[in-house]
């Protein structure tokens, strides 16, 4: 048996926790591989809607295990609220919800951390999510991190050691914090966490191949934002690509299965740093109007484009996509032609690569296609594409030479059409 493997192509947001809980019952365990409670991955159905941030999205779908694996990083206080939310409304995590020794916790001081660092970048602000990942990930690399499996040795001495560090750093910057509240809320976190199983995490993920049990491996952020490939430094502090999936779970790249890379039928990005198709009149204020583009973390507007098939070339070829998923079809409905961009205009040179900085010099060069000008979240079946749309998914089909194999046509569970 091997681990598929589910992923984001674009910068975030593509619509992976709805479509993680759609996949689920194909599998017997969904392990998160990457990331932390900077992931926002909405879900919704019976009317209900769910932002899950540390924990997988196959939590909803009975009778399965949902990993934290070892390339995640936890913020015991945040992980606190989050189980807590889902017990309110009826969903118990304790039997069904595994954590790795080896992810590494988000100290309060972390947070801190990344505060002082984008106020101290100024206008060259990451516009990270808050949530201390750079910091965490820095200390994991330089082997001052600590570990869920640390909480049960030794632990006050080790966090003691780690703060007395991370204030030695906050003291060169100018803010003002109160550590003991931060604290209080930390360590009640970390009770809740230790109520979990935690287990050797990349044993049991082995261990389930062996006994034939299938695995869907989740991924967070997206591959535009991944430390390496993503458009650095504006990126996040992890490999938000498949590879990820093999160091964050302790998997060899030969039990990989498929990969299912995910993007929106357009673009969007939150944050700051270069998205080349970004389109600053009123039809970008339309998508983000139609498809409700504001951050589920964070809230803020997210910033929309075309889609942009170079970007996605790039990140389909680094991935291995063997499947595409399209998601929020619906939102381009009202348009009467859609753009897609399918080369970039560097300086006057033409290419269809993916340059070392996207930077402003890129003048995106475009074809247009018809819009279908058809309510698509009221279709159920694919004989009821409208002939427009079918050509928007050969002709995206054509060039990114993989397969659509899921459209989605809406945030519920049910507006999912699988080919
Ligand atoms: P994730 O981080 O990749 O899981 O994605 P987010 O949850 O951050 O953002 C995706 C947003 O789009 C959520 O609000 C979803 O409810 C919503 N969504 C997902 N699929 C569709 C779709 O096909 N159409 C529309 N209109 N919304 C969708
Ligand atoms: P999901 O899993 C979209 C962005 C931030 C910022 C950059 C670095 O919901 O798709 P960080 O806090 O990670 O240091 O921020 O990455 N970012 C995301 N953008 N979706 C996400 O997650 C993101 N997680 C981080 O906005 O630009
Ligand atoms: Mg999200």
Known sequence: ?????????????EGKGKIVDVLTPNYKVVARFQGGPNAGHTLEFENQKYVLRSIPSGIFQGGKINLIGNGVVIDPALFKAEVESLEASGHNLTDRLYISKKAHLILPTHRLLDEAYESFKGDDKIGTTGKGIGPVYTDKISRNGLRVGDVFHNFKQKY??????HKMLLSQYDLEYDLPSLEEEWFAGLEKLKTFNIIDSEQFVNDQLKQERSVLAEGAQGSLLDVDFGTYPFVTSSNTVCAGACTGLGISPHNIGEVFGI???????VGSGPFPTEDFSEVGDEMRDRGNEYGSVTGRPRRCGWVDLVALKYTIMINGVTQLIMMKSDVLDTFDTIKVCVAYDINGEKTEHFPFEANEDIQPDYIELPGWKTDMTAVQSEDEFPEEFNAFLSFLEDELEVPIKIVSVGPDRAQTIIR
Not at 1 to 13: A, P, T, Y
Not at 263 to 269: D, Q
């Open 160 to 165: 003691d050691a780690a703060v007395k560090k």
């Open 263 to 269: 993007f929106k039928a357009y673009c969007t990005r």
């Open 1 to 13: 048996m091997k681990v598929d493997v589910l992923l984001g192509l674009q910068w975030g947001d």
